[in-house]
C-alpha cells in the first residue's frame, strides 16, 4: 500500500499540494484525477522523492522511497515520454537502465516484447514517435518488474486510439496480478473506462476518493460530476497562498483547461 500523509508544496506564491491524504491499495487501479495545475505531477514528483514536500510523507510498503534498495525492482515510474538519451536504441537504453539496476539482462527483450517494441528495438530512441516513445517509458517502468507499484503522470497524453487502450488493458492486467497501479489524468472519460477507484483533486487538495460510480450517481452525468466537484477549486491563489474566486468559469471549463477527449473504443 503507499500512504500519502499531509503532503505540502509550496513554490513561491503557489500552493502545488495542500495538506493532501490518502491511500492507494494494490490489486485494483487507482485514478488520480483533477484539472491542470491541480498537484498531481507534483504528487507523483514526491511519491517518488523527486521533490522534497515542505511538510507529509510518502511510505510505499512502509517505507520512504530513497529508503527502497533498489527503488526500479520496486517502484516503476513513467513520468513523461523521452526520458532517454535520442541517440540510444531502444534496447541499448533498456540495458543500460538494466545493468545499473542490476536487473537480468533477459529482461530487456521480454518488456520489448511486452510493450510491442520489438522490431523497433535497434532504432535510435530519440526518432520514435510520441506513442512508440511512450511505450518505451513504460518498457522502462516494468524493466525491474517492480512487484509493487506504477506510477504513471498522463501515460495516455497524445497516444492514438489503438495506444490508449493497450495502455488501459496493460494498467488493468498489471492491477490484476496484485500491483499497485496509480495513474494521473485530468481526463475523466478515460478514468471512467481504467480506474476503480478515484482521488480528486483540485487546488492541491483532495476533493473525493470514491468510486467511479459513486461519483457518477452524484449528477447527471460523470463529467457532470466531475465539473461540480472541481469547479470550486479552480480559482488563482494569492500571493499569501488564501484562495480567492479568479471571477470568469472555473479553469476547468475554459478552452485548454479541459480538453474534450477524442472518442475511443469502449471496452464495455
Ligand atoms: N517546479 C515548479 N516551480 C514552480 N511552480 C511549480 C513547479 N511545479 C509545479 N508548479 C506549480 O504547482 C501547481 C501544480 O502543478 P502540477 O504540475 O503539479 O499540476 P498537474 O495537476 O500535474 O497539472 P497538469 O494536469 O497540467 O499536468 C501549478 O500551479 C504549477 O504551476
Ligand atoms: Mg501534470
Redesign the pocket.
Known sequence: MIEARGLTKR??R?L?VDALSFDVRPGIVTGFL?P???????TIRIMLGLDAPDRGVVRIGGRRYRELSWPLREVGALQEARTFHPGRTARAHLAALAASNNIPATRVDEVLRLTGLRSAAGRRAGKFSLGMAQRLGIAAALLGDPGVLLLLD?PVNGLDPEGIRWIRELMKSLAAEGRIVFVSS?LISEMALTADRLIVIGAGRLLADTSVAELSARSSSLEDAFLELTSGSAEFRDAGGTRRPAGGPPAAQRPGGYPSYPATGRTS
Not at 36 to 42: H, L, Q
Open positions: 513554490y513561491g503557489v502545488a483533477g491542470n495545475g491541480s498537484g498531481k505531477s507534483t498522463e485530468h
